[in-house]
């Protein structure tokens, strides 16, 4: 399945997970030092949802954001 809104065209970004250990100089420790570095995908909060589309009922994958700003009108 694609994941991208049907309304908006929201889709996944690239980004990094940091994993990192030690204790914070602020609280006493020496620093905290990087030991990995991952490459991640944030995806968007998609839901299958019935809207109303050029007068016709239909299912779409429409993002959270969509919905709660009233992009969308769900079908009865």
């Known amino acids: ?4 809104c049907e309304i908006c065209g929201k ?16 609280k006493g ?3 905290r ?3 990995g570095i ?3 995908r944030f995806l968007p909060n998609l839901q299958s949802v019935k809207i109303v589309l ?6 779409a994958r429409v993002c ?4 709660r ?3 969308i009108t769900k079908a009865a």
């Open 1 to 4: 399945m694609s994941k991208f």
């Open 54 to 59: 050029d007068g016709t009922r239909t299912t």
């Open 29 to 31: 420790g020496v620093g």
């Open 11 to 26: 889709g996944p970004h690239a980004g990094r997970s940091i994993i990192r250990r030690g204790m914070a100089k602020k």
């Open 69 to 71: 700003s009233g992009n």
């Open 64 to 67: 959270t954001a969509c919905i």
């Open 38 to 40: 991952t490459a991640r």
């Open 33 to 35: 030092k990087t030991t």
